[in-house]
């Protein structure tokens, strides 16, 4: 069974910097791009981060680039987050999601599963 | 900037159907933009209900069913349930590994 625990969130002054990690298991975790993804309260989802396989190509949204950077270290399954000049508008919960992939004949779900996700509240 | 538009709410009898939309601000959609349905229960992370226009996730019940009505990915829920109540979200894949996620449509069974 895919499991994904991410860590690492709690309050955080504006300006202030964070990092998030995300333990997985239950996949070749070295086969499979990862992502963040954010849901502020009461809110929808919002795309922030994605890595592929081997770490070589990143992507970031608009709304947080040059302050995130997105990592992974393949030898301990883990996907990072730092965050950095955070902003009130950063508060949310941050998923780590596994990436989906294209067979010859389909392409599944492109966020697929999802962990439980972590809190971020950035406030003075 | 691509804005991916769904329904606020929608309120559906028990044993109603409901059909969800998720539509592009600027363009039509079409099974090339790989629309997948996700459904969020409060506190709960998002669960993939549809992937790829029209194929049911392993363990969905066949109440859900994906198309493409129109200009418009659709998701449709058949003979609604209480435990249905839910947020919903599509997404789009608008190519160079960028996705776009809906505004998010919550339903409501009453």
């Known amino acids: 069974e895919v499991q994904l625990v991410e860590s690492g969130g709690g309050l955080v002054q504006p300006g202030g910097s964070l990092r998030l990690s995300c333990s997985a298991s239950g996949f070749t975790f070295s086969s499979y791009a990862m992502y963040w993804v954010r849901q502020a309260p009461g809110k929808g989802l919002e795309y922030v981060s994605a890595?592929?396989?081997?770490?070589?190509?990143?992507y970031y949204a608009d709304s947080v680039k040059g302050r995130f950077t997105i990592s992974r270290d393949n030898s301990k399954r883990t996907l990072n987050l730092h965050m950095s000049s955070l902003r009130a508008e950063d508060t949310a919960v941050y998923y780590c999601?596994?990436?989906?992939?294209?067979?010859?004949?389909?392409?599944?779900?492109?966020?697929?599963?999802w962990g439980q996700g972590t809190l971020v509240t950035v406030s003075s | 900037q691509t804005v991916v538009t769904q329904e606020p709410s929608f309120s559906v009898s028990p044993g109603g159907t409901v059909t969800l939309t998720c539509g592009l601000s600027?363009?039509?959609?079409?099974?090339?933009?790989?629309p997948t349905w996700y459904q969020q229960t409060p506190g709960q992370a998002p669960r993939t209900l549809i992937y790829?226009?029209?194929t049911r996730s392993s363990g969905v019940p066949d109440r859900f069913s994906g198309s493409i009505v129109g200009n418009k990915a659709a998701l449709t829920i058949t003979g609604a349930q209480a435990d249905d109540e839910s947020d919903y979200y599509c997404?789009?894949?608008?190519?160079?590994?960028?996705?776009?996620f809906g505004t998010g449509t919550k339903v409501t069974v009453l």
């Open positions: 790829s226009t029209n």
């Open positions: 999601v596994k990436a989906g992939y294209c067979s010859s004949t389909t392409c599944y779900s492109p966020f697929d599963p």
């Open positions: 600027s363009g039509s959609v079409s099974a090339s933009y790989y």
């Open positions: 890595i592929s396989s081997n770490g070589g190509s990143t």
């Open positions: 997404v789009l894949y608008m190519g160079s590994g960028i996705y776009v």
